[in-house]
Structures are given as C-alpha cells and as structure tokens.
C-alpha cells in the first residue's frame, strides 16, 4: 500500500499539535493510540474531546476536520498517524511502511 | 461535589489589555533553601522540577493593578475571601501547567504592598486556603483545562471554577493561536465567601 503516508510521533508531557487542517493531500487522516490514555491527554476533532481511548484504538478523520492535541500528563504518549485515501486502513499497513522507509 | 460553577457576568475586556507578566517564580527556590528537605520538596514540586528540567515552558503570571482594572478587582469583595490572592495567568502557544496538585507554598504569597496574607503553614503548604478559577475569554482552538476526570475544551468569559486543588491533580495549557487567560483566585473562607457559593449567578 504506497499511496499511505506514516508518522510515528511522542509527545513528551508539553508537547502538542497545533489546531489544523493538514493531511498532506490525502482524504483521511486515522491515529493508532500506542498507550492507554492517561487523565490531562488531549486530543479533539473539531472541538470533541477523544479520551478513555485503549492501546491500538484508532480514530479516522477527514480533511474538512481539525485537529490538535496536547500532551498535559506527565507521561509521555505515542500514537502513529497515518494519512491515506482509502477509505481504511489498518495498523499492519502503517508498520509495513514504517519498515519498508528508506532513509 | 468534585467542581463546582459558578457563572460570573461583566465586561473586562478592556482591562484584560492591560495584563503584564509581573508575578515571578521567586518562591520555588526560597521553598528549596527554607525546607532542607531534598525528598519532601521533589515530592511537593514534581511538576514544577519536570517543568524545569525538562524545559517545559509554564504559563506567566501578573497582579492586577486595581486603579486601571476596577471590574476585575471588584471580584475580591465580591468573593469575600479572607487574605484574597487575584492573578492572571496567561498562556501563550506551548506554555502548560502540568498535571499536578496545589501546595500553595508559603513564599508564593504576597501579592502586592499593602495586601500581606497570614500564613498558616503546614508541611510547607497553606492547608487553609481554598482556590479557584475563571476563565477571562470565550475558549478558542487549542486551549485545554483538566480538573479531577474532568478534561475541558470548551468555556464561556466568566466561568468560574471551584475544586480542591490540593486534593485533585489538574492541568491546563494552550497550543493555540490565542493566549488563554485565567484569574486565579486564592484565599481564606469567610461566611461572605459561603454566601458567594451559594448562588450560581453573580454581576460584576
């Protein structure tokens, strides 16, 4: 699966994703939490609070959403953000390209 | 009852222009030297020691001055609290207060010349006085706050929010375009601040 775009992100406690519109041309935008949520992790779109979330839990988005986030606890937190124009896709297929990268 | 609202009505718009960033963080090391307790004050400031050496950036602070912000000064009679404390805090882009609970330190007191405060101190804290928290603006995209299991992204100007700060973590922060202002407020219970509570809408 080419046509996906991968990003593994940390956000250490402070770290944060500004309000945005960017899906870096695809139509979807769907996160794979990597950790249970902790209380003081936010992540919205457009103005929902997403919480309570399980680890490999995942949420798509579409381009007309926002989205931010902003890591308050004092744990750090993971997910993989995967932009894609099909209308799914899976956590094999991100893991997939994150190992197949060149660099 | 773990928060409490309570709906506070006015204009201080105008006033909230005149915000200065004049209340430092002196007291963190005052804390460290006067408590000789290296375990007790880590426990008492984690999340001040990971914002520090993390370089977490934390929200600033500033008096009101109650010549050019009347309306917002009318608050501390309005509250009734004994040995009041009013500040505004204000967080730019990235700037946070990480989860954490209150110790209201003993060297984070006095707020101006002529508005000394009575200290009760135990175990460094002032187990005494309660605090509170109103929003000054509208909330706008990308501003946080968390009391207890209760995780906010969305305010009106004049919230004004009640909890056991030394008892529940809380934390707030903005990753915005819009700085995000609070008063903070913090003082001793008087039977005027119980009537206070007891209503739900006040003017100002």
Redesign the interface.
């Known amino acids: 699966m080419n046509d996906i775009i991968v990003d593994y992100i940390t956000q250490t406690p402070g770290d944060y994703e500004i309000p945005s519109m960017a899906y870096k041309g695809k139509k979807f935008r769907t996160v794979f939490f990597l950790d249970d949520f902790k209380l003081a992790q936010f992540v919205e779109v457009n103005d929902k609070l997403i919480r309570d979330w399980k680890k490999y839990d995942k949420f798509t988005s579409t381009n007309s959403d926002s989205y931010a986030s902003m890591n308050l606890s004092l744990d750090a937190r993971s997910y993989i953000a995967v932009y894609h124009d099909s209308e799914s896709v899976t956590l094999e297929q991100a893991i997939d390209k994150i190992k197949n990268a060149s660099f | 009852m773990e928060v409490k609202k309570i709906k506070i009505i006015g204009d201080w718009t105008e006033e909230l222009k005149l915000y200065q960033p004049n209340f430092e963080r002196y007291y963190l090391e005052k804390s460290l030297k006067a408590m000789g307790d290296e375990e007790k004050y880590k426990k008492l400031n984690?999340?001040n020691i990971?914002?520090a050496e993390?370089k977490?950036?934390r929200n600033s602070r500033g008096f009101l001055d109650p010549k050019t912000m009347p309306t917002l000064e009318s608050l501390r009679d309005l509250i009734g609290l004994k040995d009041s404390q009013l500040i505004i805090l204000k967080y730019n882009?990235?700037e946070?207060?990480?989860?954490h609970k209150d110790y209201i330190p003993k060297y984070d007191h006095v707020e101006r010349e002529g508005l000394e405060r009575e200290e009760q101190v135990h175990e460094w804290k002032n187990t005494h006085y309660i605090r509170m928290l109103m929003l000054l603006e509208d909330r706008k995209?990308?501003q946080?706050m968390?009391m207890g299991?209760m995780?906010l992204?969305?305010w009106d100007a004049g919230d004004l929010y009640f909890y056991n700060g030394q008892e529940i973590?809380h934390?707030?922060?903005?990753?915005?375009?819009d700085p995000r202002y609070v008063m903070r407020i913090t003082g001793i219970p008087t039977p005027k601040y119980n009537d206070f509570m007891s209503k739900e809408v006040h003017h100002i």
């Open positions: 984690h999340h990971i914002h993390k977490i950036l882009r990235g946070t207060n990480l989860l995209p990308g946080y968390q299991d995780m992204n969305n973590y934390s707030a922060g903005s990753c915005g375009d």
